[in-house]
């Protein structure tokens, strides 16, 4: 690879610095989504959509994936750069996550020539909105048991049974689907195959899931004979199981390879200490309690430690006990983490904590509310913290399975 | 607190982690540990001999004073292997001492002493006193002036390794304000020393009464730079201490991990028993934290300002995960965990003592938020 310069780099980053000034608007009049399950309102989606097509348009997402397929061709260091230059910026979210955090990935990685010129593109420009079809509503965390069935019917396959929390599922054009293609399989997951499969197909329904925000942001998909043409099959036949496992980790961030920007508003200790010097205690700000700047401190010492464990990741000395160790525990770590965080900032408010969205007399417009019980989609799906705990103890600490 | 936290790993720190692994882990295995928790000195001299040799007092000081002339950073992976094998004996104190030398002591004192320190001589710190405080600008112990001569009187606690060191630094109250005096042991009167009763037993701690004890004015270090050698000496103790405990927790995750996968109990590996896994699983990841904000703090410590930050966030995570580790280890080991035998009270005691000097981790968050909020 030729070397780049660091003129090279400070000029993209300039010009990147530069586009997002210009073309940022964090405020269109209506409340954005912090994250892309989120995506309640089609005003939401329509803008989020409109956004990702435009970085994707000027070059700042997808920088570093093949240009042949769709991508920039470049180097990872510009992506980074230009990721560091959205969020300096304050830019709304990536809207087509599953797409570009774990479809694009995984098709670049493990798909056919074929289906990444099919679907590379689409992914990047948000033309194609992709979903997940993995968790059904009798397995969630007992993902290897799903029960959706996919039988092949001449050149088709034909799909029956039910997926839920699909995120974007009303607005997906293709989903990842996990579905049994053959229930005699000697163990449960060798009967499991992966599809790349068309969403607007006769046959699949989407339905709205309330959230307990009393939002939107996920349906349940019911399959009932819906046909989808045969070369929808990802890898072989019976081979699903891998290919969902290489999936989750590009889900869980164990392995890199995403084409950059955010799907995720992360909150900030930081934030956290306006919101301290705005709300009192005895008379003063809750700043000045000691208790609470012990647990703010806390909480901003965790925050680094997010920060310090990626970066220790890439320091091969000091990894090598355990390799696996840091990749697998992020997940758990952040997002336990923003749950608590979201918590302390409602704790934090005093009696104006039990205020919620809508309220005018909310702090932050009841942004923390709403962050702390939406933190729990984090928690919960992608594998719950439970599961991740059982992950950790059994692949990097080497314990029985429970 | 910089927004983006750093953290980097030299090749001279890849190279003393290595060696330091090897050699620790082959110095001090759990027996050696137990058998030196019977010996008075508490330590093998011969080890330390080694230690030495392998030029480790040495890492920390200038060329020009008999040292290799890197720094605390390098001094860190070595400490943390020390921890993971439970190992004592007065490195760290040495190496504490040589470095408030190196703050304060005059060109005379540091051209007679540290050439020795690097080569083996012993040292010791004394600042605590009685009363316990942290703060290590609270001296009550007092040295007044005769002539050219300094008379001592009071009490230091926690003087580790006293009865082996060569030489002591020691706080004293001098003509109202903190001052540090180099004190050779063979200057003490006779009866000075009183072995403490300490948590952990494989420490050595003593009292040392400094009533009747003289020592030259020479043996001042330079005043004006007394509290800047303190802060010194107090966040390279803590940067010091929290290696100590990140190797100490692996050891115990990895000592209490080894049960989990061995000891059945209702036809079932306990491990298998999730009430067992995820706590110790959370054990784990705690560690891995503070290890990565020691490697942080190592990164970091010259920075004036993020070295201070980084180091106390390092001190209070690394106490935190080991109190943590080690408190569950010995209720993992269900019984046995309850007996002298089980290797858990070894934990649980050094996180005690670790945790227990130059303050604990509701200290270090206090200290943090006066610097940081």
């Known amino acids: ?402 | 607190m910089s927004k983006k936290a750093t953290i980097g790993f030299s090749e001279e720190q890849a190279q003393l982690l290595e060696v330091a692994t090897t050699f620790c882990r082959d110095k001090s295995p759990i027996e050696k540990v137990r058998s030196l928790i019977e010996d008075e000195r508490g330590y093998d001299d011969a080890i330390w001999t080694e230690m030495a040799e392998l030029g480790w007092l040495a890492i920390a000081v200038p060329e020009e004073f008999g040292g290799i002339g890197l720094g605390m950073a390098e001094v860190v992976p070595v400490v943390e292997q020390m921890g993971h094998a439970m190992m004592a004996g007065p490195f760290v104190s040495t190496t504490l001492a040589a470095q408030a030398m190196l703050v304060s002591g005059t060109d005379d004192q540091k051209q007679k002493y540290l050439p020795g320190l690097c080569a083996g001589t012993k040292a010791t710190l004394a600042l605590s006193e009685p009363h316990g405080d942290w703060d290590l600008g609270h001296v009550e112990c007092t040295a007044e002036r005769a002539g050219d001569t300094l008379k001592l009187s009071g009490r230091k606690t926690f003087v580790e390794n006293a009865d082996t060191a060569d030489l002591l630094l020691v706080s004293v109250s001098l003509d109202g304000a903190p001052a540090l005096v180099l004190l050779e042991r063979s200057a003490l009167p006779e009866g000075a020393l009183r072995r403490e009763v300490v948590i952990d037993e494989t420490r050595r701690s003593y009292q040392v009464t400094l009533d009747g004890a003289e020592v030259s004015t020479e043996g001042l270090l330079d005043s004006a730079l007394t509290a800047a050698a303190l802060t010194h000496v107090d966040l390279c103790a803590s940067l010091l201490l929290s290696a100590e405990m990140c190797g100490a927790a692996a050891s115990c995750i990895d000592y209490t991990v080894d049960y989990l996968q061995t000891r059945k109990q209702f036809g079932k590996k306990i491990g298998s028993y999730q009430a067992l896994k995820h706590p110790i699983v959370d054990a784990h990841v705690g560690y891995e934290q503070a290890r990565s904000h020691l490697y942080c703090a190592a990164f970091n410590f010259t920075q004036q300002g993020e070295g201070e930050v980084a180091t106390r966030i390092a001190k209070a995570q690394a106490g935190d995960a080991l109190s943590f580790a080690a408190d569950r280890a010995i209720q993992f080991h269900g019984g046995f965990g309850f007996t002298y035998d089980c290797d858990a009270q070894l934990y649980r005691r050094r996180s005690l003592w670790c945790e227990n000097q130059h303050g604990d981790a509701a200290y270090q968050r206090a200290k943090l938020a006066d610097l940081l909020l």
């Open chain 1, 1 to 402: 690879m030729s070397t780049i310069s660091e003129k090279e780099l400070s000029d993209f980053r300039n010009d990147a610095a530069a586009w997002f000034a210009e073309n940022t608007n964090a405020d269109p009049g209506f409340m954005l989504p912090l994250t892309f399950m989120e995506v309640g309102t089609d005003q939401q989606f329509n803008f989020l959509r409109d956004w990702q097509n435009k970085v994707y348009e000027a070059g700042y997402l997808g920088a570093a994936w093949p240009k042949e397929y769709g991508g920039g061709g470049l180097d990872q260091k510009f992506q980074t750069i230009a990721t560091e230059e959205m969020a300096r910026a304050n830019g709304p979210i990536m809207l087509n996550a599953i797409g570009l955090n774990w479809a694009g990935p995984l098709i670049l990685d493990m798909g056919t020539d074929e289906e990444r010129k099919r679907y590379i593109k689409g992914i990047l420009s948000a033309e194609d909105i992709w979903c997940q079809g993995f968790s059904e509503p009798e397995n969630g965390s007992d993902l290897g048991n799903a029960q959706t069935k996919a039988v092949r019917d001449g050149d088709d396959w034909v799909l029956n049974g039910s997926k839920i929390w699909t995120t974007q599922g009303n607005y997906a054009k293709y989903m990842i689907l996990l579905a049994r293609t053959n229930p005699d399989a000697p163990n449960k997951y060798a009967g499991l195959s992966f599809f790349l499969s068309p969403m607007q197909v006769e046959g699949i329904e989407t339905v709205p899931i309330r959230k307990l925000t009393g939002e939107y942001g996920f349906t349940q998909t019911f399959f009932t004979d819906a046909r989808i043409p045969g070369d929808s099959l990802m890898g072989k036949e019976g081979e699903g199981w891998l290919v969902a496992m290489r999936t989750l980790e590009y889900e869980r961030g164990v392995k890199g390879g995403q084409p950059g920007g955010y799907v995720m508003r992360a909150s900030d200790p930081f934030e956290i200490v306006e919101l301290a010097r705005k709300a009192t205690r005895g008379g003063k700000p809750a700043l000045e309690d000691p208790v609470i700047k012990d647990q703010l401190i806390q909480l901003m010492i965790e925050a680094r430690s997010l920060q310090l464990n990626s970066k220790r990741g890439h320091i091969q000395p000091l990894v090598q006990d355990k390799p696996a160790s840091l990749a697998l525990s992020s997940k758990l770590m952040a997002t336990e983490f923003m749950r608590r965080l979201n918590e302390f900032a409602i704790t934090l408010q005093g009696q104006r904590g039990a205020y919620y969205v809508g309220e005018p007399d909310a702090y932050d417009e009841g942004l923390w509310q709403r962050a702390y019980l939406n933190s729990f989609s984090a928690t919960i799906g992608g594998g719950t913290s439970q599961i991740q705990r059982n992950i950790i103890g059994e692949h990097v600490l080497g314990l029985p399975k429970s």
